[in-house]
């Protein structure tokens, strides 16, 4: 009788190893990964260039000092109105001709003299040089000279007559000389020439405020209408090749609570070479782009202010994406990580277009596929793994 109850405490020590090695080695077992999932979903995408541009009136202009003078002070400011053709924007006093003394008239008097002297020279030999050009065109006619005496005929008469017209513009000159010493020296004053607005709109910059000598040509303001406004955008030249005239644009950060539509009217053909604040060395190109937001909701905006544009290069409502922070390169292609029983699984993956923060799906998932975000070294095929939380 007391055999086998020896025989059951021989074994107890044995059961009790046994269950504490299996406790230990469970517990010792690695426990699954926590992971942040996301479903993969359909809805709409859309991919997008943003850059920052500015505003810029469409069409300005210069309006330039028409004579040399002494230029009276503009009393414009910036964002003045003025109508074309109507505002007296700036006020110049000419400069008066310096009269001639007595000397100088005298030997003005006496080129005049001579002028008229020559001119009558030169017309009475153009009168000789075409009655000679009629007699030798009549004998021509009748076959009694050659080409080459009617030839000499004819030159002879364009000299003359080039000879009177010079002759002529040099009397014309003297006598237009004298005629605006005379004036001068007997009004001793020239009158003012007023500068009008040369279009409708508001002043933009004014150059040349204060009362100052001006030479002809030099500029005097800048005159703009500030709503008729658009916007040039600095693109990167790989960019600007994706962008399309018509394509939709959003303008945000412009001061506004809503963001601005637009669309791009052209995309230049040339680009330009400009350093980033790195000092790389970048190829970039200006898109210029459309407001068409109404007037009214955007009448704080003015020239030459900062936007952020961003470009709609493609869209779409139906396509089936998922937060790029799931897809990864391995080698040229591209692959995620799905939770599938517990496990996490390899998937090769042909991925499209990117929004930036969502990517398209062209094939290797389904619809609620749960993707591992920011898999990195971490996760490995067929590890176990955990989702933490589940991003929709």
Known sequence: ?????????????????????ALAAFGLRPQPSAV????????ALRATVSEEGKTRIRQRYVVSAPVSGQLRRIPFKPGAAVEAGATVVAVIEPMAASPLDARSRALAE????????LLEK????????KS????????????????????????RENTAAREVAAAEGALREIEAQLAETSSSAGTGQSVPVEVKATASGSILHVFQESSRAVTQGTPLLEIGDPSDLEVVVEMLSRDGAAIAPGAKVELEQWGGAIPLAGKVRLVEP???????????????????????TPLEQRRTLGDNFRVEARIIVWESDRVLKVPSSGLFRR???????????????LIPVKAGRSSGTEIQVLDGLKESDEVILYPGDRVK???????????R
């Open 122 to 129: 030169s017309r009475t030999t153009q009168e000789l040089a």
């Open 132 to 155: 000679e050009l009629r007699r030798v065109e009549q004998m021509f006619a009748a076959q009694t000279l050659s080409p080459q005496e009617l030839e000499s005929a004819q030159m």
């Open 270 to 292: 040339a680009a330009f070479t400009k350093y980033s604040a790195l000092g790389v060395e970048e190829q970039r190109v200006n898109v210029v782009v459309d407001i068409t």
């Open 1 to 21: 009788m007391n055999a086998p109850k020896k025989t059951k405490r021989r074994w107890l020590p044995y059961l009790i190893v046994t269950v504490v090695i």
């Open 381 to 391: 095929d067929g590890q176990r793994v955990r989702p933490m939380q589940v991003v």
């Open 36 to 43: 942040e999932t996301a479903l993969a979903s359909t809805g």
């Open 110 to 117: 006496a080129r005049r003299a001579s002028t008229v002297v």
């Open 331 to 345: 080698a040229n292609d591209w692959a995620a990580f799905i939770v599938r029983h517990g496990r996490a699984q």
